[in-house]
């Protein structure tokens, strides 16, 4: 398909499409002339995969592109492809931040995390928020056994998946389920507190 | 104490501390002369407690006075006032989203949710999003489940805790424990993955 048809497939606009091709997040299509070139159903899926990133997940251009450089790297296992998008992903903490209480939780979690672990600076920047204004950490091992489960829903790969499909599952899914799994909470909150407080 | 001495206290700089009492965010001191005042307990609480939500929470300031404009109203019930702060808070999904697919989950889940809440198109635009790229939708009940169980520590009040401090437990930790629970998913994700891919 010419560009104008892939443009309008996928609802994004021919100008849009042309800026992620420069920025290399869309493979180039077939040349067929001087001026033009056709694409293929893969430049449909890769279009709709940078909008919902870009759109639901909230990625910058540059995350979009590091996310995409993960799944296409044939040479990472799912555990490394997993651990370079969790790189690639916002929010990055300051290298200052000092991850030592959630090192300690991790630990006493008994999970395998590595020190190296974006997530430990992340969560260990909420913890002192959380500190700072005088919240309770009390809620920390119910959240733990939440996030647990999910991740055993995230990583699960589906029997009959290709290695090509159970990372896309996985690293695509950590971006994509992030405000579905927010959502739900509020949804939640808001069934729990009807239910002990009244809708009035 | 003297806005320098706030501002030493707190780590925020005098200008910042000066655009909050400008905006409204920060009450005004207890004016001593023409150009003095002086600024108690109250104030270094509500100072820790803005920084938090701006730069864990990632609140605009204009969603911090709306939420705490929540905690303020003395008038609010607990559901109100939590009603009112998921009402504030972002992300701000279109109106023009279809909430359907969100409303017969909540409902085959039996969770007591208004039409109106916002959570709903926040779910139906990632679910949308998540049926676009191709992502299997089979991990949602495992999601609700986990946000449920999160939710009732969100809401539990503390046995003896005055009606202002259950709100501020219950507005205060939906925004600050949002970055607890992405954090601690994406390291439960490397656990999981290390221990059945291998940590290599």
Chains 1, 2 share one sequence.
């Not at 370079?84 to 000092?98: I, K, R």
């Not at 290709?162 to 959502?183: K, M, Q």
């Amino acid at each position: 398909m010419r560009i104008s048809e892939l443009s309008r497939t996928t609802g994004v606009p021919v100008a849009t499409v042309k800026y992620y091709l420069r920025e290399g997040l869309l493979p180039p299509g077939l040349q067929t002339s001087a001026t033009q070139a056709t694409y293929g159903e893969h430049h449909v899926e890769r279009l709709r995969l940078i909008r919902a990133l870009v759109e639901v997940g909230g990625l910058s251009i540059a995350a979009v592109r590091d996310v995409l450089g993960c799944l296409d790297d044939e040479g990472h296992t799912l555990h490394r492809a997993l651990g370079a998008a969790h790189g690639a992903l916002p929010p990055h903490a300051d290298q200052g931040v000092d991850s030592t209480p959630a090192r300690e939780l991790v630990d006493a979690l008994g999970w395998r995390v590595h020190d190296s672990a974006p997530a430990l600076r992340q969560l260990a920047r909420a913890m002192s928020a959380l500190e700072a204004v005088g919240m309770p950490l009390d809620r920390l091992e119910t959240y733990a056994q939440a996030a647990h489960a999910v991740a055993e829903a995230d990583v699960a790969t589906v029997p009959g998946a290709s290695r090509a499909e159970a990372v896309r599952n996985a690293v695509v899914g950590t971006v994509l389920y992030e405000p579905v799994l927010l959502a739900l909470r509020r949804l939640a909150q808001e069934d729990v507190s009807a239910r002990w407080f009244g809708a009035g």
